[in-house]
């Protein structure tokens, strides 16, 4: 069987597991994929595909997203914007809207710089409206009371005395 064109992605995986200290068959166990199909994907035979990919990088303990770049199903810069989406959401040190805002800052900076916005520009564009309002209610909380709609303070209503 002739070699397939997936750059050096048998070469890489099995790199990574020597790197692992992991047998051919321990790493096709914990990856749930037979020991014949993960040899012929180190040997350059098979081309396997994205969920195989993460199966595999799951067990390595290594970026899905990096052994998607090697097997050719994601290009260099979606996989380096990808990978910084993630950190800002798996940091535990921020808060959700921290992260939302953190995210379109991040986008409008791209923007800025004439990288095309990916997908989740628009769920960024979608979260602004989020976020502003989460910046306003903590103003209001602040300054010691909600605010309307409209941004004003909407205090208690008062009636008048009878």
Same mark, same amino acid.
């Given at each position: 069987?002739?070699?397939?064109?997936?750059?050096?992605?048998?070469?890489?995986?099995?790199?990574?597991?020597?790197?692992?200290?992991?047998? +051919? /068959?321990?790493? #096709?166990?914990?990856?749930? %994929?037979?020991?014949?199909? &993960?040899?012929?994907? *180190? =040997?350059?035979?098979?081309?396997?595909?994205?969920?195989?990919?993460?199966?595999?990088?799951?067990? +390595? /303990?290594?970026? #899905?997203?990096?052994?998607? %770049?090697?097997?050719?199903? &994601?290009?260099?810069? *979606? =996989?380096?914007?990808?990978?910084?989406?993630?950190?800002?959401?798996?940091?535990?040190?921020?808060?959700? /809207?921290?992260?939302?805002?953190?995210?379109?800052?991040?986008?409008?900076?791209?923007?800025?710089?004439?990288?095309?916005?990916?997908?989740?520009?628009?769920?960024?564009?979608?979260?602004?409206?989020?976020?502003?309002?989460?910046?306003?209610?903590?103003?209001?909380?602040?300054?010691?009371?909600?605010?309307?709609?409209?941004?004003?303070?909407?205090?208690?209503?008062?009636?008048?005395?009878?």
């Amino acid at each position: 069987m002739a070699s397939l064109n997936v750059g050096n992605l048998g070469e890489y995986l099995r790199e990574q597991r020597r790197t692992a200290q992991l047998s +051919l /068959r321990q790493l #096709a166990d914990a990856a749930g %994929v037979s020991n014949p199909y &993960l040899s012929q994907i *180190e =040997r350059g035979l098979r081309k396997p595909s994205a969920e195989v990919l993460q199966q595999v990088a799951k067990a +390595l /303990r290594i970026s #899905a997203e990096t052994l998607y %770049v090697r097997a050719g199903i &994601l290009d260099e810069k *979606e =996989r380096d914007e990808l990978e910084t989406r993630a950190v800002i959401l798996a940091d535990p040190s921020i808060n959700e /809207r921290q992260k939302q805002v953190l995210l379109q800052i991040y986008e409008s900076f791209r923007k800025e710089n004439g990288f095309e916005t990916s997908s989740y520009a628009d769920e960024a564009d979608a979260d602004e409206a989020y976020a502003q309002q989460a910046y306003a209610d903590e103003d209001a909380e602040a300054a010691g009371g909600p605010r309307a709609a409209d941004g004003s303070d909407a205090g208690p209503k008062q009636t008048p005395p009878s």
